[in-house]
C-alpha cells in the first residue's frame, strides 16, 4: 500500500537554510494533509496540517505547500535550526476513512539533519 | 499543555502471552486511536474509536485485538496471544473536542512491545 509516499529516506540541510520535505499521494480522495515531526523514542508531534481546498497554510517557520494537480505536498522549513533533525512524516486522510474518527496514512518519512 | 500518555513505556512478553497496553488519551478529545510501527517500516493504524465503541479497524486488527475505555480517562489495547510479529511500538492516539471538526491526531510516546 503506498497512497502516501515520500521518495526521499533523507535529507540534510545547513543551519538557517531552507529545508524542504517533499510528499506524493496518489489517493484522490484524500482531503485533508498533516506533517508530523518524530524524534527517536517518541510520539510523532503534530505540526501543521492543509485541507485540499487551500494550497499553502503556513504557522510560523513551517509551511506546506499542496498541489492537487500533481498530488503533491512539501513541507517548507524556513531557516532551519539544529532542533529541526528529525524524522518527519506526511499523512493524509479521506472522509471515508472512519467516519467521524478518520485515520490517517503515512508516508515512510524522511530524516532531515540540520547541520550547524 | 495537555499530552497523550501510555503506559508502560516498554513491554517485554512470551509468544503466546496476553498484554495490556494503556493510554490516557487528552481528557477533552472524543476520538481514540491506535496505530503501530513495526521497527523500519510505516506508521500503521490498527483502531479508531469513538462513542464507546470501533469505528474502524485495520485487517492488522484482528481477533487477537480488542479495545476497551474501561473509564473516563484510560483507553487499552489488548493482544490476546501474542505473536513475534507483533513486536512493533505501539501509539495511541486522540482528537477533536467536542464541537469542533479536526482532523490533527495527537500521539503518546509509544509502548515498545518486544515478543520473544
Known amino acids: 500500500d503506498q497512497q502516501v509516499k515520500q521518495n526521499s529516506p533523507s535529507l540534510s540541510v545547513q543551519e538557517g537554510r531552507i529545508s524542504i520535505l517533499n510528499c506524493d499521494y496518489t489517493?484522490?480522495?484524500?482531503?485533508?494533509f498533516l506533517w508530523y515531526k518524530k524524534y527517536p523514542a517518541e510520539g510523532p508531534t503534530f505540526l501543521i496540517s492543509?485541507?485540499?481546498?487551500?494550497d499553502k497554510n503556513e504557522d510560523g517557520r513551517f509551511t506546506v505547500f499542496l498541489n492537487k494537480s500533481a498530488k503533491h505536498l512539501s513541507l517548507h522549513i524556513v531557516p532551519s535550526q539544529p532542533g529541526d533533525s528529525a524524522v518527519y512524516f506526511c499523512?493524509?486522510?479521506?472522509?471515508?476513512?472512519?467516519?467521524?474518527?478518520?485515520?490517517?496514512?503515512f508516508g515512510s518519512g524522511t530524516q532531515l539533519t540540520v547541520l550547524p | 499543555e495537555p499530552e497523550v500518555t501510555q503506559t508502560p513505556s516498554h513491554q517485554v512478553t512470551q509468544m503466546g502471552q496476553e498484554v495490556i497496553l494503556r493510554c490516557v488519551p487528552i481528557?477533552?478529545?472524543?476520538?481514540f486511536y491506535w496505530y503501530r510501527q513495526i521497527l523500519g517500516q510505516k506508521v500503521e493504524f490498527l483502531v479508531s474509536?469513538?462513542?464507546?465503541?470501533?469505528?474502524?479497524k485495520s485487517e492488522i486488527f484482528d481477533d487477537q485485538f480488542s479495545v476497551e475505555r474501561p473509564d473516563g480517562s484510560n483507553f487499552t489495547l489488548k493482544i490476546r496471544s501474542t505473536k513475534l510479529e507483533d513486536s512493533a511500538m505501539y501509539f495511541c492516539?486522540?482528537?477533536?473536542?467536542?464541537?469542533?471538526?479536526?482532523?490533527?491526531?495527537?500521539f503518546g510516546p509509544g509502548t515498545r512491545l518486544t515478543v520473544t
Open positions: 492516539a486522540s482528537s477533536a473536542r467536542a464541537g469542533t471538526i479536526s482532523y490533527e491526531q495527537y
Open positions: 489517493n484522490s480522495m484524500f482531503d485533508y
Open positions: 492543509i485541507s485540499s481546498i487551500k
Open positions: 499523512a493524509a486522510t479521506h472522509p471515508l476513512l472512519g467516519g467521524s474518527a478518520r485515520q490517517l496514512t
Open positions: 481528557s477533552n478529545h472524543l476520538y
Open positions: 474509536f469513538y462513542n464507546n465503541e470501533i469505528s474502524e
